[in-house]
């Protein structure tokens, strides 16, 4: 059993209080080093209280303000850093080995490639990472033998049951014998909602999510099925698989989380509970198994297991993602960008649901490098993310819809 020091970036979000929790769980294996958040000072203050962390990381000086009047009436006040290059300092810092990547959006980009470039074992949740930086991300993950360990619970699965003998690596080619990649997805609230009333859904009914309980951004993806679709990018990448070998299958009851068929014919996969401390333990322990909190999955009160084709008709983004995984690096960062802009006005009421789909697509239609410089560098890929930006909120904007941030 090694000890780890673990930095935790998102800390107060659904993933980082999962990774919280697991932590807590095992104090002989682990030790918090540093925390972060972007708001909800008083959270994370109580976090670090209860974790001890020496460090945390806010986003401004109003933010180290309200953490120090959080802090008030404790001990020790840990280390204050503030600001986006402070957060990818500490995710570089000598003084922990494991970084939990748990920041939603492009924005945890900079920080989860600092820690791989910096050789940690990189627990991989922001899948936006990889979607708008896959090979940058993934050449640095080679070149640092950085340990890059996927949290996200479809692509935690895949690794599971692929050949790994222990390690974790960054694979330059599909593995021998692997024929597909299977990615269930839930179908999320919509998937059996009358075309027709999609354009009057509200955020409340987007984010009520039937099996897992996550973020409202991540909860939206779902509900539009661009998480499937940020998803097969992200398993491209992480397993060097073509997108044509790349399959997406609903499965509403959320048990079968991913799995690899073989050339024999074999097909494995992993099952469990819809619970993110069980691909999180995973990562943390890896490759030993630890408890997660998690109860025992009971099959025999699911009783079946369904599967189904997904319609592209009522999931447009699931084909706009393939689109762009096909257009290549550059229209992978449009897809991202447009949808996130998308989905911040769709949250705040300022945009139908089904305006989501529309300014992808709008945006996706512009000319986006497939090669070139501005994909080679962590300044260019940002620089492509903020013109795909200004294109969304021009779409917004001749939809009506203005104060998209
Ligand atoms: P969340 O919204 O619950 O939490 C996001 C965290 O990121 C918070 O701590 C927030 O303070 C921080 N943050 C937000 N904007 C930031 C910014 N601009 N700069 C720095 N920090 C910022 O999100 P979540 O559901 O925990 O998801 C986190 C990531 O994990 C996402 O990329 C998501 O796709 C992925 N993921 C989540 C789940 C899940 O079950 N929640 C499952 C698989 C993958
Ligand atoms: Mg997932």
């Known amino acids: 059993m090694s000890f780890r020091t673990v930095t935790v970036l998102g800390a107060t979000g659904s993933i980082g209080v999962s990774t919280l929790d697991v932590i807590a769980r095992h104090p002989q294996r682990y030790r918090v080093h540093a925390l972060s958040a972007h708001s909800r000072m008083e959270q994370l203050a109580a976090q670090a209280a209860a974790s001890q962390a ?22 020790r006040l840990p280390e204050i850093r503030v600001g986006a290059q402070a957060l990818a300092d500490t995710a570089a810092d000598s003084a922990s080995d494991t970084v939990m990547a748990a920041i939603v959006g492009a ?3 900079p920080s989860a490639l600092a820690a791989a470039q910096a050789g940690k074992r990189v627990l991989l949740a922001n899948k936006e990472a990889l979607v708008v930086a896959g090979r940058l991300f993934m050449d640095a993950v080679r070149r640092s033998g950085a340990e890059l360990l996927p949290i996200d619970s479809e692509h935690n699965a895949i690794f599971q049951c692929l050949p790994h003998a222990g390690r974790a690596s960054a694979p330059a080619a599909p593995a021998p014998g692997v024929r597909r990649l299977l990615l269930t997805a839930s179908g999320g609230p919509f998937r059996i909602r009358p075309l027709g009333e999609l354009a009057g859904v509200t955020p409340e009914q987007a984010c009520a999510h039937p099996n897992w309980s996550m973020g409202r951004k991540i909860s939206v993806d779902s509900a539009t099925m661009l998480n499937k679709g940020l998803e097969v990018i992200e398993a491209h990448w992480l397993f060097a698989m073509p997108a044509e070998r790349i399959e997406v299958l609903i499965h509403p009851q959320s048990v079968v989380h991913s799995m690899v068929e073989y050339e024999d014919g074999s097909v494995l996969a992993q099952l469990g509970q819809p ?7 995973y990562g943390l322990a890896f490759p030993e198994r630890t408890p997660a909190g998690v109860s025992p ?27 762009a995984l096909r257009a290549g690096q550059g ?15 769709f ?4 945009a139908p649901y089904t305006a989501i789909a529309a300014i992808i697509e709008s945006v996706l239609a512009g000319d986006w490098p497939r090669a070139g410089d501005a994909l080679g560098s ?11 930006r200004e294109r969304a909120r021009e779409t917004l904007a001749r939809l009506g819809v203005t104060g998209a941030r």
């Open 378 to 388: 962590l300044d260019g890929l940002l620089d492509l993310d903020a013109q795909a």
């Open 297 to 323: 999955l009971d099959l025999a009160r699911h009783g079946r297991l369904d599967f189904e084709t997904p319609d592209l008709a009522r999931f447009p983004c699931l084909r706009l993602a393939f689109e």
């Open 107 to 109: 924005a945890g980009l």
């Open 275 to 281: 619970d993110m401390r069980t691909p999180i333990a």
């Open 54 to 75: 020496a460090v945390v990381v806010v986003p401004d000086d109003a933010a180290r303000a309200r953490f120090a009047a959080a802090w008030q009436g404790r001990a």
């Open 331 to 345: 229209a992978c960062v449009a897809l991202n960008a447009a949808n996130e802009i998308a989905v911040e006005a």
């Open 347 to 350: 949250l705040r009421g300022a």
